[in-house]
């Protein structure tokens, strides 16, 4: 059938978005905030936030930085317009955030940070990770 599923995420959202706009709203955009927890290393070192330096302080000084910039790369080579990643207040805790897209486009960027991105380079570089759900601002 060419009618979608009732409960297909995709196309609720564009529901959504088409009830947006015809509320009067032009652009339905969101920033995605992706956080995820680097749980442990394989290897004698656990990564961790230097302790007293507070919530995303500039420059980076926590030891995940290069992990957080190597996905930030490969973002911004698919395209994504990164906004900012740095560590969150809980240890072990990352964020990675691109600017607003439209909704549907964020939508896509979440799966394919997840599936695509995040997933092959905590691999490549021998991390555990586990995500918190999406976050949007």
């Known amino acids: ?6 409960a297909d995420p995709r196309s609720i959202l564009k529901k959504a978005v088409s009830f947006a706009k015809n509320q009067g709203f ?3 955009t ?8 680097l749980v442990k290393e394989h290897g004698d070192e656990k990564p961790k936030i230097v302790e007293q330096q507070g ?3 500039p420059p980076s000084l926590d030891d995940c930085k290069s992990f957080r910039k190597t ?5 911004q080579n698919c395209g994504y317009p990164l906004k900012y990643h740095h560590h969150e207040l809980g240890l072990y805790q990352h964020e990675v955030e691109i600017k607003e897209l439209p909704a549907l486009d964020a939508a896509d960027y979440c799966i394919f940070f997840n599936s ?11 991390y555990g990770t586990v995500h918190e759900r999406h976050k949007y601002a």
């Open 71 to 75: 996905i930030s790369e490969h973002l």
């Open 26 to 28: 032009d652009n339905v």
């Open 116 to 126: 695509g991105i995040f997933r092959n380079i905590s691999t490549d570089k021998a």
């Open 55 to 57: 919530y995303y302080a």
């Open 30 to 37: 969101f920033s995605p905030e992706l956080e995820f927890y």
């Open 1 to 6: 059938s060419s009618k979608p599923f009732i």
